[in-house]
């Protein structure tokens, strides 16, 4: 089949390894292109990451595409039917690693900006794209530094798009509005080595924090927040032990993280569970990873195009939701900006055979480009 400007530059991005937080040569191809049609373009090498902001005319209102040139390992290459890094197109279905997620949202935010400023080259405000290879990985060099850079820089941004593959079923299905906050901890509870046949020499650090622990998982946090769902706490590992079944440990690590809507944040909720394992009497190490607070777009104009053009391309107003795990959009909202995430159908994303159907690959750049049009 002939392929079209967006299905061409996809296959081009999916084609380049940038498991993250490689770029691989896509930020720079899409420079290229970004720059022939008349954006400013900064590469911002961070560590090892790669970051690009482009932008096209001046001045508010800022509307921001963002998104990622980075995709997760594609696992073992003989699951896959065809090369992970090798598009293919079979009855109708693009496959690849990152077709969905987000190399085929990244080549229809350029082929959109391409026609958007082709048909309004003194277009009000300013058009900006922000890439990262750093977000399926540590996500510290990505979109998090590039916005403390911005802060920095008195750097406005009244509007952000992200392409996150956010639909169900079918395109333009879910409109997400917001994401809850993620919080990982890392417990390390101390007790004495010794025989099982001798428990008073030694002390279980298994039976010292299982009061702690039950405490810690039954514990109703909150009832929600507008549409977000209550806060949640889950048990993802536990160690202990050196694999005999004649030795106590003398050490039980325990991983945990908490998906939370904005009733907290990472302080209040760090400090919470620090009090309840002291209330226990644990002779403990607690280490904190903030992934990012969570983020809420009110209603207001972002919305209301969002919730206009979606329509029109489901067939019915989408599903408003703020479920979903977090994308780099965390760390844009902080800078005052309503934050949307709009994107193709995720059933597939992170999965071997990741694919994307090529009529909504093609559909997506006009979808792209009228939400542009009708905020700037």
Known sequence: MNKSAVLDLTCDLIARPSVTPED???QQLIAERLAGAGFQCEHLRLGEVDNLWATHGSGAPVLVL????????????????????????????????????????????????????????????????????????????????????FAERGQRIDWCITGEPSSTTKLGDLLRVGRRGSLSGTLT???????????HKARNPIHLAAPALAELTARHWDDGYESFPPTSLQVSNIHAGTGANNVIPGELQVAFNLRYNPHWDAPRLEAEIDALLRRHGLDFDLRWHRSGEPFYTPEGRLREVARQVLGEFAGAPP???????????RF???????CIEVGPVNASIHQVDEHVVVADLEALPDLYQRLVERLL
Not at 83 to 95: H, K, N, Q, S
Not at 332 to 338: D, E, K, M, S
């Open 319 to 329: 599903e408003e939701s703020t479920g979903g795990g977090t994308s780099d959009a």
């Open 189 to 199: 509870v101390k007790g004495v080595q010794g025989h099982v046949a001798y428990p």
């Open 66 to 149: 963002l998104g990622h040139t980075d995709v997760v390992p594609p696992g073992p290459r003989e699951a896959w039917a065809s090369d992970p890094f090798t598009p293919e197109i079979r009855d109708g279905v693009l496959y690849g690693r990152g077709t969905a997620d987000m190399k085929g949202s990244v080549a229809a935010f350029v082929v959109a900006a391409e026609r958007y400023v082709a048909a309004h080259p003194g277009h009000a405000g300013t058009l900006a794209v922000l890439l990262t290879s750093d977000e399926e990985g540590d996500a510290i060099d990505g979109v998090r530094h590039v916005a403390r850079l």
């Open 332 to 338: 844009i909202a902080p800078l005052g900006a309503q």
């Open 24 to 26: 691989a040569g896509c």
